[in-house]
């Protein structure tokens, strides 16, 4: 890991100088904004099911809003760890940092003025169990999973993804101002959808983590045993997602739509795992596919335990 605070010179000659809005985009695009909108899918639902109905339009209001901040600081700090390998990845080369379009200080000092906005924002406005959870999830991602795992094992996603799970833990604890099992099976959720996930992703990039030096398991394995894991994840998802059906009591509806859901995706994981037994084509492999469909799952199943309290 290196992260260097000497600022760069400015990638603009002689008099030109960025205006006020290509300044704001760059700072917005260190939050990394693709990410938090998947991370607030997770978040809002929980916050129906937790109110058994529709919770307080403030409280949702004030949740995304310390959400976003708090997501925005973690991929904010992130980006400063990460500037080094960003530079050799074709994914993240065109981000603000490897592009000099703001410096590592500011970047440092905009992530962690994010970190404790977002921590007092939801400390005073919701309550500081949610508060200390985002806050967990920060540190978890920027110290736990950046800066220990990403560049030590090729597990490195399975145990630091799970940062991403914690906004299910946070949505909850915003209605309720307590943890219940219900949250926690959620949480289980996304930790097992997160292999899946990333590691389709990774398979289409795994020539930008072999050049970064970044052990991502589709760089130092074969497709072959890639698929093989991405099949067992899949089904360990899929169990966890209709155990909510007992745990929280939901009704008919969501465990049917997690049961169809959940038979698509194991479909989805078997044909990459038997596209991949045989080659590393990935134009014959089809990575993406599985990974886009994970996008979609992940949203409908929580959107279908929030609509469940309304139809149950």
Known sequence: ??????????????TDRPQAKDIVLSYVALMKPRIIELLLLTTVPVMF??????????????????????????????CVVDADIDTKMRRTA???????QVTTRRALIFGLVLGV???????????????????????????????????????????????????ALIGWTAVTNELAWAPVVLFLVVFFWTPPHFWSLAMRYRE????ASVPMLPSVTTSREVGRQIVIYSYVMVATSLAL?????????????ATVLGIVFLVEAHDLSSRAKDTEDLSIIKPM??????????????VAAAVDPFIG
Request: glycine share 10%; with cysteine; proline share 6%.
């Open 1 to 14: 890991m290196h992260v260097s605070l000497v600022e760069p010179e400015a990638a603009a000659s002689g």
């Open 49 to 78: 099911l937790a109110a058994q109905g529709v919770p307080p339009l403030w409280l949702v209001v004030a949740t995304i809003v310390g959400g976003t901040l708090s997501a925005g600081s973690a991929n904010a700090l992130n």
């Open 94 to 100: 065109r981000r603000p940092l490897p592009r000099h």
């Open 117 to 167: 906005v977002s921590t007092l924002w939801l400390g005073l406005l919701v309550n500081w169990l949610s508060a200390a959870l985002a806050l967990t999830a920060n540190v978890f991602y920027v110290v736990g999973y950046t800066m220990i795992l990403k560049r030590r094992t090729s597990q490195n996603i399975v145990w630091g993804g799970a940062a991403g799970c914690f906004p």
């Open 208 to 211: 930008d983590y072999s050049a």
């Open 245 to 257: 059906w007992p745990v929280a009591g939901t009704g008919w509806f969501y465990p049917a739509v």
């Open 289 to 302: 596919r599985l990974f886009h469909f994970s996008n979609a799952y992940l949203a409908l199943l929580f």
